[in-house]
Nanobody, 124 residues
């Protein structure tokens, strides 16, 4: 059983930055991949980024490449999403999720455990 808790959301102006954190409680994360997803009003949930906790391999949605960076701290069982050059279209509720695999992907149907989400609003 995994539990995930997100933090770090808030209101930021366009062009600004935020860092989201996902704290994961689990006996071991050796065979786990963590993904970040977002849900904007009126839109379907979409995958943003993911990371394999075993080898650190990552994946990004085209819409965030070059602006967002995902990283992990295995000692703290925490995954971070550094978001730079934020745009209004990045607004939404951001969720972290876990799948029992060494491979990460951006399809939310593969993820079994989900956090409660943290709100990100990008507005002037």
């Amino acid at each position: 059983q995994l539990q995930l808790v997100e933090s770090g959301g808030g209101l930021v102006q366009p062009g600004g930055s935020l860092r989201l954190s996902c704290a994961v409680s689990a006996f071991t994360l050796d065979y786990v991949a963590i993904g970040w997803f977002r849900k904007a009003p009126g839109k379907e949930r979409e995958g943003v980024s993911c990371i394999s906790m075993s080898d650190g391999s990552t994946n990004y949605a085209d819409s965030v490449k070059g602006r967002f960076t995902i990283s992990r701290d295995n000692a703290k069982n925490t995954v971070y999403l550094q978001m730079n050059s934020l745009k209004p279209e990045d607004t939404g509720v951001y969720y972290c999720a876990a799948r029992l695999s060494t491979l990460c992907g951006l399809r939310d149907s593969r993820y079994v455990y989900w956090g409660q989400g943290t709100q990100v609003a990008v507005s002037s």
